[in-house]
């Protein structure tokens, strides 16, 4: 017989090393629950010698004889109907595993350890069916697990077993929505802080099982990823099973087979042909119900299935692109309604020119700019001259013509990078990034210069042209510490300019 490895046992139950966790709470519950399933002796020396790949079947035949019920029954399966086909009757146990196989052993003797148990046939189904993809998928990336990874597969659910146990009807009913594999372990984590892999890992370890065994059942669920072959074949045929069992298998083979041309990409992985992985499957499972003598597992025309799918999966591909399509259009609306908004907050109504808000705002970001840069920055503080009497005279709407006309002109002065704005009623703001007191001076003499060259507005009997008073701050006049700091040194200039006769430029000489 084969040397195996024994883990000494976990000191404490629910914290067995190298394993993750049980919640307290559940573990002493565990703990303390006498209806938990077991096993016989002879059917863990069985799934022991399963992760041997060199055990013999006399090695199986030598841990399964000394118990005579599971003997009769390994006996009884080989000389079934469906065993016994092509040869006559066996008389000894290593004939009958060498008849069965050592998977088929496994199964047999793990089927007779608890075929008491009150689940339902669907968990058997799950069962056989992920074991044999197990095997199937081990056979192309790695050959030297197979075995292994079939009584692995086999056991991933044991969890359930040991949750039904615990919680009677309160779970069972969960096992309802047992095709939905990954909500059943999303609602168990839920209710018990761990899923049944992790469950069943405590279980297997309580049994005896190996520790390598019990870290393969811990980790049955999780991410498909293709570094680690033994892991992706036990987590792959998790989901075979639940495609094989799901109501919908055609479009649930068609999802799993766009999964598994992702890692038919991926270096050092053979490819993994959907289409001969469902046809092993299903080649191999009428053998394996027959050793649980099980009933009503779903049969799958293959080619059916698969065509199917492909042809489901395209129809919901287009349907997914036009709703897709149709989510763009509507981002695409609301970005563009955003941008129609933020422009809005932005600016002035009247003249469309930046609002008070966006001209403070502007200014403190263009001031920090400027002092990290150590580039200038140049203020003029324009306010037009008259105002009132002009509306006093030609009415509000001729106000507003000249208002909206001088923001036009405003804005061709100005270069690109410089900023105009209305501050408020007749006051208007240009900020003139890395410019001095003479840049600004220049400004603001074109500005007064076009003001007495060109009219803004058409009055009753005569044209009127405008004039104004402009304060200038700079960089060189300051320092500032704030927007509103550099804006009120540039409104004063412009009170100065009003004092000095208006329709002129005032700013303090730089330092
Ligand atoms: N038409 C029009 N007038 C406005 C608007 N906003 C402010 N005003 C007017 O601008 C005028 C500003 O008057 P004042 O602050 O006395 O200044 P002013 O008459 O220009 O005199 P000085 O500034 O001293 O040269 C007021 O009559 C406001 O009603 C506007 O949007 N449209």
Redesign the pocket.
Known sequence: MPAIETDPPASVTHRPRGLPMLPDALALRLEDCDTLPSLPSAVLRVLELSRCPEASTSDYAAAIEPDPALTLRVMALANSAFYSRQAGEVHQCQDAVGRLGTDATTAAALSFGLRDLEVPDRFWHRALTAATAARELARRLCPEAASRLFTAALLQDVGILALVALEGEAYASRLECLVQHPELAVAEREAYGCDHARVGAWLARDWGASLDLARLIADSHGPLTADDPQRLCLRLSGRVADAHLADDASLAFAKLGQLLERFGDLEGLPSLSLERLLGEVCDALPAMTELFALTGMPSLDRTQVLLEGKQRLFALTLHLCARLEDHHRQLDALREENDALDIKTRTDP?TGLANRGWLEHSIEQRLQAAERAGQGLALLFI??????????RHG?????T??VNFATALRDLIREGDLAGRY???EFLVVLPDQGSDGARRVAARLLRLLEAQPMAEGQDETLYLSA?IGIATLETGPFRSAMQMIDAADRQMYRA?RGG?GRVASLKPA
């Open positions: 009247l306010d037009l001259d008259h105002f009132k009497a002009l509306n006093d509000h709407g001729v106000g507003d000249a208002l408020g009623g007749e008073s009003k208006r």
